[in-house]
């Protein structure tokens, strides 16, 4: 079955540490991978996406990812994490061929940031 | 420059009452996603449809939960009959066809409290 894995519930680091939240995949081949971050009571918003190409990708907010076919993995990462960064992150896939379009979404992994 | 536009943002019902939610996608875009989230969970794929067309429901409960997208107004979500079950935050997202398709535009969200 298509699912996503998010090992982590629940992440706190201190503002200015690195950071890297791990997302792993089940899919039948290699789907489109995306990262989302929520802030509390609010929507959804695109971090970065991986279509094709360069296996390093890079998106908004400083943030990159690093797509690894071998370990079905998408990690996120951050250099240096800002105190503004606190937020649910999730990791979603979605099938190339034969569908409709829809997301398969991990369950989140929640940042907190310490001063 | 409107994104996806939800409303209402928050929606209370007692038990047994009707609960339509309300989408508007970006302008511009045709194809509308429905997300189902319950507290501590990732975002479940409920519906996608086009303009007057329903593409695949294969995520809506088979009972009280219906969604449409007429050819003029808004996507409408529709659970009869709510439960203390239905109490979850009722995304949608938009995207503006098939090139591109997998990437979703999220609306804020509709947070369903059943009484």
């Known amino acids: 079955a298509q699912s996503v894995t998010q090992p982590d519930i629940h992440i706190t680091v201190s503002e200015g540490a690195s950071l890297e939240l791990r997302c792993n995949y089940s899919?039948?081949?290699?789907?489109?991978l995306f990262w989302y971050v929520q802030s509390p009571g609010q929507g959804l918003q695109l971090l970065l996406k991986?279509?094709?190409?360069?296996?390093l990708v890079q998106g908004i907010k400083g943030f990159e990812a690093e797509f690894k076919r071998s370990q079905s993995s998408f990690n996120l990462r951050k250099p240096s994490v800002h105190w503004s960064d606190a937020a649910e992150y999730f990791c979603?896939?979605?099938?190339?061929?034969?569908?409709?379009?829809?997301?398969?979404f991990g369950k989140g992994t929640k940042l907190s940031v310490k001063p | 420059n409107a994104g996806v536009m939800q409303n209402p943002r928050h929606l209370v019902r007692r038990r047994g009452q009707e609960a339509r939610l309300r989408c508007s996608p970006m302008?511009?875009?045709?194809?509308v996603y429905w997300y189902r989230q319950l507290p501590e969970e990732g975002l479940k794929f409920m519906v996608y449809?086009?303009?007057?067309?329903?593409?695949?429901e294969s995520g809506m409960p088979k009972e009280r939960f219906s969604a449409e997208f007429p050819k003029e107004g808004p996507s409408i979500l529709r659970i009869q009959q709510v439960v203390r079950g239905d109490s979850a935050a009722y995304f949608c997202a938009s995207s503006p066809g098939l090139v591109g398709a997998h990437e979703q535009f999220f609306g804020p969200g509709t947070r369903l409290t059943v009484l």
């Open positions: 302008k511009g875009h045709s194809h």
């Open positions: 979603a896939v979605g099938a190339r061929e034969g569908s409709q379009g829809n997301l398969i």
């Open positions: 991986y279509f094709s190409g360069d296996t």
């Open positions: 899919y039948g081949a290699t789907p489109y």
């Open positions: 449809l086009q303009k007057e067309n329903i593409i695949d």
